[in-house]
């Protein structure tokens, strides 16, 4: 267990629909970063938050959208879901901007099909 | 798209050889990188780092070797077992605007008994 929790653990859906993947960060991070990873493919970065604040965004989509609560729990929202959007979803903590060095935990990860 | 790119896809050794996987990366700025183990149905697990002002680490059973003229990275695995079987993922931390990890495509290591 990397002290990294996402759920669910896998999601089926239907074109258009929309879900939300949540993400818990390991006990005292603060910062979290969500990958979208494709068939056989390296992790793409999505997004950044830091303590509820966005730090930084990858190649998201406008489909979708990300937050950060107060409790540091963070949730991605996928809209009008495609086809192309199957894939894996991960989410990974590190302490704070600056301490990436100390390395990031990533979760199990939600296998998202889109059907 | 950004990425940090990787030599071979697959790589497929005897059981007790050792393995060298490849990296290359564009970031001549990047001062940290990173290897991760990622098993079939898991996320990404950590297995060694190395800034850039050195150029080997060695870990149990593992040693990175970075080279900044050529930006090359490489991940040695001595003594290859069953379990190293896995997709490995060299990681470059860039900053651009904010720190973040990029990731290379990955390769596929097979070890065959």
């Known amino acids: 267990d990397s002290g990294v929790t996402q759920t669910p653990k896998h999601l089926i859906t239907a074109t258009g629909q929309r879900v939300t993947l949540r993400c818990s960060p390991r006990?005292?991070?603060?910062?979290v970063y969500w990958y979208q990873q494709s068939l056989d493919q390296g992790l793409q970065f999505l997004i950044q938050?830091?303590?509820?604040?966005?730090?930084a965004k990858g190649n998201i989509l406008e489909r979708f959208s990300a937050q950060q609560f107060p409790d540091l729990h963070s949730e991605l929202n996928l809209s009008s879901l495609e086809l192309g959007d199957s894939a894996l979803y991960f989410c990974?903590?590190?302490?704070?901007?600056?301490?990436?060095?100390?390395?990031?935990?990533f979760g199990s990860g939600t296998r998202l099909t889109v059907v | 798209g950004e990425s940090v790119g990787l030599h071979l896809p697959t790589l497929s050794v005897q059981e007790g050889d050792n393995s060298i996987i490849n990296c290359a990366y564009s970031n001549s700025a990047s001062d940290y990188f990173i290897w991760y183990k990622q098993e079939s149905g898991k996320g990404p697990q950590f297995i060694i780092d190395?800034?850039?002002?050195?150029d080997k680490r060695q870990g149990q059973r593992v040693t990175v070797l970075l080279n900044k003229t050529v930006k090359h990275l490489s991940l040695q695995i001595a003594a290859t077992q069953p379990g190293d079987s896995a997709v490995y993922f060299c990681?470059?931390?860039?900053?651009?605007?904010?720190?973040?990890?990029?990731f290379g495509q990955g390769t596929r290591l097979t070890i065959n008994p």
């Open positions: 006990s005292g991070d603060l910062s």
């Open positions: 990974a903590s590190s302490a704070a901007p600056g301490r990436e060095r100390d390395g990031y935990t």
């Open positions: 938050y830091y303590n509820g604040e966005e730090r």
């Open positions: 190395i800034r850039s002002n050195m």
């Open positions: 990681a470059e931390n860039r900053y651009q605007g904010a720190q973040k990890l990029v």
